[in-house]
């Protein structure tokens, strides 16, 4: 079937790929192939299996036209700051080390001492929130640890230009994409020449930065041969996050985004980036978005929490526990009293052993109640970020000058409508929860627009209300 696009939407733990189509006014998915997706040790790094995700990304395709489409374009999008170096042969140099490793602990700190980089200086050029796992500290860890694999690379591709590359042979670094780094400009939107010589970073490195709806390139013949079609490779907001808030149905500019998934993102949409001390002491970032927006949130750990006591809880009783058992027991627990909250952003959290163990420390070092109960587990991950949340739309608030009137959730967790309902009493706005597909539809919208099935974001944000269901849950 032609006029169909396709949307490869890799997250942390596994990918999609999705055929969007636009039937009278409305947009229809099929997903067509689903794949894992995972950290692995080598060498004493955490890393992804680079070579498996692309062959993934092409069996999709070829899965895509076993299932009769034969799409227009195809845009890919992966999670942020992750990098694949290529050599003057475009082979690829080293592992695709992973945002979790540990290389980067202390580098930001290291910088700050040797006078090369204050982070105070470094946020007021690129706007972008302190994450010890930024591309930046990245590369200033390998540089460190291998100064020789940084001076033989010829090429820095992120994650979905590295894919993009292996699709087409063709190189560029996505604006989303490359704003993750906290090495480009927010002014300017380009690499920032002067941070890239204070790190010593080559600047051979770093390709044209091209916008969303950009078209790089066609199939290689080797791949449109193996999956049976050729077609257009478009740049999405090829951040995830990017994607994601494309789906928010709204045009509300007193509306909080929340995208929920692995990780919660959330904040706001504006026109101009805001790189104030007050915003870099909050560590709030100007990320990214299409059209030359910019995505003005704060990165909360999100469900990553509940994804791990999920984890462990199967790995003790053969297999896991389904997420409405989750959730019926976390209310379970709350009907019984038990309450106790931590705090998501503290670093404990980030890759613990045990998240079981981690939230209970947590608990046992406030004094506060420690859970022992999966409900009690649970309920503590999701009233921990329903707290955090509220905090974060104070802090939005305040930061903005803004009283905003709505929260709009999109993503996996736009599905728990306990913590749907537990954000909406703890922020005191009404939560409008849904698409849950909001990282694919995101990822379609700039094909479809593309394509001209919509004259405009704003046409398409419309339609996503006439797609998807959309749940409002009001503060009790």
Known sequence: MAGCHVAIDIG????????????DGRMELTEV?????GLT????????????????VVAGLAAAHGHGFEPTTIGIDTWAVDYVLLDEHDERLGDCVGYRDARTDGVRDALELSGILSFDEHYAR?????????????????????RSQLEAAQTLLMVPDYLNFVLTGKKAQEYTNASTTALVNAETMDWDDVLIDRLNLPWDLF???????????????????????????????????????????????????????TWSLMGTENRSAICTPASAAANFTNEGGYEGRYRYLKNIMGLWMIQNVRRELGANRNEPPTWSELVEAAEA???????AIVDCDEERFLAPASMIGALREACAESGQSVPESMGEIALVVYDSLADDYARTV???????GVDYTSINIVGGGSNNGYLNQATADACGLPVFAGP?????????????????????????????????????????
């Not at 060498?43 to 993934?56: F, K, P, Q, R, S």
């Not at 627990?333 to 309450?339: E, N, Q, T």
């Open 12 to 23: 942390a733990s596994s990918g999609r790929h999705i055929v969007g189509q636009v039937v």
């Open 33 to 37: 192939y689903r794949f894992e997706n």
């Open 41 to 56: 040790r080598k060498d004493g790094h955490l890393c992804w299996e680079i070579d498996a995700l692309a062959e993934n």
């Open 126 to 146: 690129t706007g972008i929130q302190y994450q010890q796992f930024n591309t930046a500290y990245q590369l200033c860890a390998l540089s460190r640890e291998d």
């Open 207 to 261: 390709q044209p930065i091209r916008m969303p709806g950009t078209v790089l390139g066609k199939l290689r013949p080797e791949i449109a041969k193996r999956v049976g079609f050729d077609t257009k490779v478009l740049l999405v907001a090829s951040h995830d996050t990017g994607s994601a808030w494309l789906a928010v149905p709204t045009h509300d500019a007193q509306a909080v985004y929340l995208s929920s998934g």
């Open 333 to 339: 627990a709350r009907a019984a009293g038990f309450h």
């Open 394 to 400: 104070a802090q939005l608030s305040e930061l903005t």
């Open 436 to 476: 849950t597909e909001g990282t694919a539809l995101g990822n379609l919208m700039v094909q479809f627009i593309y394509s001209g099935a919509y004259a405009s974001l704003e046409e398409a944000r419309t339609a996503i209300k006439k797609s998807s269901e959309i749940k409002e849950y009001l503060p009790r």
